[in-house]
């Protein structure tokens, strides 16, 4: 993750990926997408991390 690297959020990352946000969530959880990057009580996901992932 760089610094210019932008963060997304739930819906940004599955439209990018066009799938469901349950579907998102299961991926995470079974580790096929990265964890999250927790900033505060919020979740997002590195650009780069799931674009490398495509």
Same mark, same amino acid.
């Given at each position: 993750? $760089?610094?210019?690297?932008?963060? &997304?959020? +739930?819906?940004? %990352?599955?439209?990018?990926?066009? @799938? $469901?946000i349950?579907?998102?969530? &299961?991926? +995470?959880?079974? %580790?096929?997408?990265?964890?999250? @990057? ?17």
């Amino acid at each position: 993750m $760089s610094i210019l690297d932008p963060l &997304l959020n +739930v819906r940004e %990352g599955a439209a990018l990926l066009d @799938v $469901s946000i349950p579907t998102w969530h &299961l991926w +995470v959880a079974k %580790g096929i997408l990265p964890p999250a @990057v927790k900033l505060g009580g919020f979740s997002r996901w590195p650009k780069s991390e799931i674009l490398a992932f495509v």
